[in-house]
């Protein structure tokens, strides 16, 4: 075509694509400052909150607190469950997604509770408080090394302890994602925070005159507009803007698509680095017209590409660090050549998820019980020795007993899970080396610190799958933890 048959050029669209991904930094600032938008008010596209909420149990409770704090800072869509909204605002901020519920009572764990859940930390306990009183903030109770002669007060150890916790953990069992997947993008659930992840990046980019755009219908993301080869264009896309942190797909095999297209060939990008016009790793993928159909595209087959040219002799992407993501329809192929299915005009792309595959399994259900769970009764058992939770078992409603049958229903669910048996709970400052034991015979110590911490960590350890452990603290500070090591340092449960 010669220069005079060009199509006028939409300098503004250049612009504004430019500035959605937030390429020129001093352009957004001034469009900041004249439309007060923007990154100010947004915040971050944090890479884990693609990847499924954490539900919380007793989040308003000295572990549980720790947890959704530890959580958040980690950049977790983090959801509590919580008995008074009131209470736990002035505990957990405003802030925090919240969701009224009670674990004794099953109907009020409602899908809306469990809606997208990556994990659940249940951290709930029956209230124990000193015969005597507690101080408004529980200071007697929390401390936890001076005794108080306890009592139980409110609802039973049966309720709370086993029923409870089968019930909270039945009811998340049929929406945990199975174990070896990994949710990124669900475009079937209408997402507030999804509106400004994706936006159009046209070959207006490079003087084309392509136009498309990304419309979230609630129930899918439609990728549609029309692509033209007129000034030497031919490609349209959609791009995520760049996670920070990152999105960590280490130990998935690939990401799978669920797609209705017009049967036309398209394009997935991954990118690990957060350049603007950097490396992507491409792979094609046919559609059929009208159908849905799942797309599977292992990590290893991604190519290489920049601007449509394989890059030879370029590492494999980084799977630890997904940064973007980005579906188009371009006339090409690889290097220079074209795409078989290509035809200029309009087009439709309905994604339904985008979800990793053929991940080891992660627990999807950490809860914190108790060591002395298997003590009471137990031959031979020195009471003297014992914390007083063991020894003051029948006087407690029988706590522990009813705590182990918890337990019990946990490992009996089908979910992945984590059990956690802390000794006695303190306020201290965390950051201890940690004692991981099983056979249910350690006494001592751990601050609450350590013990939210552990929650967390084990969601992201496939050594954390399906063991019981107890745990308590040393005297002596760590400096790091090696997690994977700590976690692999203990049995499996059969
Ligand atoms: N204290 C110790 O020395 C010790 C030792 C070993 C293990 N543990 C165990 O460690 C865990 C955490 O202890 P903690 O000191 O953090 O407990 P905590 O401060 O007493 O917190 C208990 C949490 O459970 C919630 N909860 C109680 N009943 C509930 C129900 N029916 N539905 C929903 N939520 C409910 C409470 O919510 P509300 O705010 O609504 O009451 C609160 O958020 C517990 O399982 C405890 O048994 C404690």
Known sequence: MSDKNRQPWDLGRFIKTLSYFEVFPLLNWVQNLFQGSSQDTQSKLV?????????????????????VRRLNQLGYRVRCLVRD????RLI??????????????????TPLVMANIQGVICCTAVRVQPKEGDTADRAKYNQGIKFYMPEIVGDTPE?????????????AAKYLPKASVKTIFDFTQHQENLKNVWGALDDVVMGGVSQSNIILTGETAL???NVST?????????????????????????????VKGDGKRYKLFLRSDSAWDGVGYSHSFDTVDGAWIDIRVPFADLIPVFRAKVVRDRPPVNIAQIRSFQLMLSKFEYDGNLNPYFSPGSFS?????????????????VLVSSAGVTRPGRPGINLEEEPPAVRLNDQLGGILTWKLKGEDSVR?????????????????????????EQGDNIRGKISRDDVAEICVQALQYDKACNVTFEVKATEDKADYIDWQQLFASVQRDN
């Open 349 to 365: 792309l309905e994604v339904e998820t985008i979800k990793a595959y053929g991940g080891s399994p992660l627990p999807g259900f």
């Open 85 to 88: 909204i009131e209470k736990a």
């Open 47 to 67: 890479g884990a909150k693609q990847v499924g909420v954490i539900l919380v149990a007793g989040a308003t409770g000295g572990v549980g607190k720790r947890v």
């Open 412 to 436: 009996a669910s089908g979910v992945n899970y984590t059990i956690i048996r802390p000794c006695a709970l303190t306020e201290e400052v965390g950051g201890k080396q940690l004692v991981f």
């Open 230 to 258: 007129d000034n030497s264009g031919g490609f349209a896309s959609v791009r995520t803007k760049n996670f920070d942190p990152a999105i960590n797909l280490s130990g998935y095999e690939g990401v799978k698509l669920r």
């Open 92 to 109: 957990l901020g405003n802030e925090v997604e919240m969701v009224v519920g009670d674990i004794t009572n099953p109907e009020t764990l």
């Open 223 to 225: 990728f549609t507009g």
């Open 159 to 171: 309720n709370v302890e086993y029923k409870g916790v089968k019930n909270l953990v039945e009811a």
